[in-house]
Antibody, heavy 116, light 110 residues
Framework: QVQLVESGGGVVQPGRSLRLSCAAS????????MHWVRQAPGKLEWVALISYDESTKYYADSVKGRFNISRDNSKNTLYLQMNSLRPEDTAVYYC??????????WGQGTLVSVSS | QSALTQPASVSGSPGQSITISCVGT?????????VSWYQQHPGRAPKFIIYDVTNRPSGVSSRFSGSKSGNTASLTISGLQAEDEADYYCSSYTSSTTRVFGGGTKLTVL
């Protein structure tokens, strides 16, 4: 079965950086686009999308220029490099598989808290 | 990238039907038939329940159905059950090739 396991979350001060990882198994990761989606209390927000071959990347305006989505197909792993973190980036971060225009399978999430 | 608009809460009794609306714009819901819905129970990840406005992924109950008229998409749950109590989010593809979610609706089964 499809498994997505996020890691790398934690408490970080404003302005610092953090890298999240998402280990994938149970499906053809090398053929799948992947998303990052975050959830502050009660609100889902799409963050970024990467194509299966890393040739295209899209970002929400709120993170453009600060976050970078990447992947290592040899390791079946998705990444989110988050720089210049702000308190408003505090959320649970989920990775999800891209299926057409949709979020087909989701991980359980990793919590990022940005606070001084 | 403004969020789609959903009612904050809806409620219904077991066996009844409820409908949750999702209002978008000409750059998303109105222009594309790429609307999806997600169910989220407390402490759990969202679950994909509707795509292409009206279609259900395999394994999703036929009590869940979707529709769209202009810039407003809707999710209807018929024959309400206690297990349907959850948060529901709509999402749409957008003209800038990004995705946008609604603010979420809390469904209470009375």
């Amino acid at each position: 079965q499809v498994q997505l396991v996020e890691s790398g979350g934690g408490v970080v001060q404003p302005g610092r950086s953090l890298r999240l990882s998402c280990a994938a198994s149970g499906f053809s990761f090398t053929s799948s686009g992947m998303h990052w989606v975050r959830q502050a209390p009660g609100k889902l927000e799409w963050v970024a999308l990467i194509s299966y071959d890393e040739s295209t990347k899209y970002y929400a305006d709120s993170v453009k220029g600060r976050f970078n989505i990447s992947r290592d197909n040899s390791k079946n792993t998705l990444y989110l490099q988050m720089n210049s973190l702000r308190p408003e980036d505090t959320a649970v971060y989920y990775c999800a598989t891209d299926w057409g225009h949709y979020f087909r399978y989701w991980g359980q999430g990793t919590l990022v808290s940005v606070s001084s | 990238q403004s969020a789609l608009t959903q009612p904050a809460s809806v409620s219904g009794s077991p066996g009844q039907s409820i409908t949750i609306s999702c209002v978008g714009t000409s750059s998303d819901v109105d222009f594309y038939n790429y609307v999806s819905w997600y169910q989220q129970h407390p402490g759990r990840a969202p679950k994909f329940i509707i795509y292409d406005v009206t279609n259900r992924p395999s394994g999703v109950s036929s009590r869940f159905s979707g529709s769209k008229s202009g810039n407003t998409a809707s999710l209807t749950i018929s024959g309400l059950q206690a297990e349907d109590e959850a948060d529901y989010y709509c999402s749409s593809y957008t003209s800038s090739t990004t995705r946008v979610f609604g603010g979420g609706t809390k469904l209470t089964v009375l």
